[in-house]
């Protein structure tokens, strides 16, 4: 695949795609715009509902706690009733959940309805690029780099349509994912054919014990750390600026461009150039200084931090995911299930424990908490890069994804 140009495959090409491919790159699109959806709209969320800052953060809690757990489950399910029908299950479940958002009287309404929405999201992206690679045309190399623009594209416009949406009401963006995804689920029901089945079914423990190998928990205990300051920013910072839905969502906007960026762009000529372990050492550390401009900054800084955070988080989505994938002998959708069932609990713990120690402390101490555990990820990496180097193969960021896994929710 090394030199391969899935932009100059004639009609095999990224553009010149079956329905089916399309169909489900579009409803990935969605998938991924729900993670950040509700970044602009949460002051006004917890203005609507009467509820505190850290209450209203427990709208990722949940999200991201039920997202850890079905890591284990994701492949266990897909392996039984096949990819497609895997997909219409996390579609299903999204198009409910995400409605009945809209729908919520109380923070803990929304915080359950966003609970089962995570399940429904897992279900999805976990499934959806093993689905894409199998229906593409023109190779693997085309179709991963196709999702992996529905997944930048996703990241960026989410917090974008939380604002078009929010600025009217809150509750408009879960209607709006809602139907999205509905749309979704009509075009893969009609344009996606049931993919091969797995020739051995994944249990429900494999990807525990893949986390028995050295290296591979290695990774997993350093993208802990990494997730603690990545949702640090994404779930508390919405807070510190205290703007508007448009204005918020306009600076959620530029950073997920800036993540898609170097995310695909940036970070295989960054790792080709310089390996792997150096270009994650590096860029956590400077994630780490970047917090603390965002936290003792002023209103500017911060949203200078805020939006400059994206390339690290880029970055960082990047190598960590390929390190999980090549670092083990373990099949890769096990790894990479084991590697995302540690680090999502992270994710978890972050947005409802920064509002915490903002009313223990002050507003500077989450983005200082954050920045330590980005520093803590760098050291687990630098005191196991023996582990790390030796069985890792440096792959290219196209390879990294091939097997139904992808950076956010593989």
Wanted: charged letters at 10%; aromatic letters at 10%; one cysteine or more.
């Amino acid at each position: 695949m090394q030199g391969e140009d899935p932009f100059d495959q004639g009609a095999g090409g990224i553009l010149r795609q079956p329905k089916a491919v399309w169909a489900t790159a579009g409803a990935s699109v969605v998938a991924f715009m729900g993670i950040g959806l509700v970044d602009p709209i949460l002051p006004s969320i917890a203005k609507g509902l009467e509820a505190t800052p850290s209450q209203v953060s427990l709208l990722f809690t949940s999200y991201f706690l039920i997202t850890a757990v079905a890591m284990l489950v994701t492949g266990f399910v897909s392996s039984r009733i096949g990819g497609r029908r895997t997909l219409l299950a996390g579609l299903a479940l999204v198009v409910v959940f995400a409605a009945l958002s809209g729908t919520s009287s109380s923070v803990g309404e929304l915080v359950g309805f966003r609970a089962g929405w995570g399940l429904g999201n897992a279900l999805f992206v976990s499934t959806s690029l093993a689905v894409i690679v199998g229906a593409a045309a023109g190779g693997s190399a085309a179709a991963i780099l196709l999702y992996e623009s529905a997944l930048g594209l996703g990241m960026a416009c989410g917090p974008l349509l939380g604002a078009l949406l929010g600025d009217a009401s809150w509750r408009y963006p879960f209607f709006g994912t809602a139907s999205l995804m509905a749309i979704g689920f009509i075009c893969i029901t009609a344009f996606l054919k049931e993919q091969p089945r797995p020739a051995r079914k994944t249990s429900l423990l494999d990807p525990i014990r893949a986390l028995g190998h050295g290296g591979l928990a290695s990774v997993a205990a350093s993208a802990f750390f990494y997730n603690y300051a990545f949702f640090t920013i994404l779930a508390f910072t919405p807070f510190v600026l205290d703007m508007t839905p448009y204005r918020s969502g306009a600076v959620f906007f530029a950073w997920g461009l800036l993540l898609a960026v170097f995310s695909v762009l940036v970070a295989p000529r960054l790792q080709e150039r310089f390996g792997s372990l150096k270009v994650l050492g590096v860029s956590l550390v400077l994630l780490a200084v970047d917090l603390l401009v965002l936290g003792y900054g002023d209103h500017t800084a911060a949203v200078v931090g805020t939006i400059v955070s994206g390339a690290f988080i880029g970055m960082n989505n990047t190598v960590y995911t390929e390190l999980a994938l090549g670092v083990s002998d373990a099949p890769r959708p096990v790894a990479s299930a084991g590697y995302n069932f540690v680090r999502w609990f992270a994710a978890a713990a972050a947005p409802y424990l920064a509002p915490k120690i903002e009313e223990w402390s002050n507003v500077h101490m989450p983005f200082v908490v954050a920045a330590a555990t980005a520093v803590i990820g760098a050291v687990v990496v630098l005191a196991r890069r023996t582990a790390l180097t030796h069985e890792a193969r440096e792959l290219e960021p196209r390879h990294a994804t091939e097997d139904g896994v992808t950076a956010f929710a593989d």
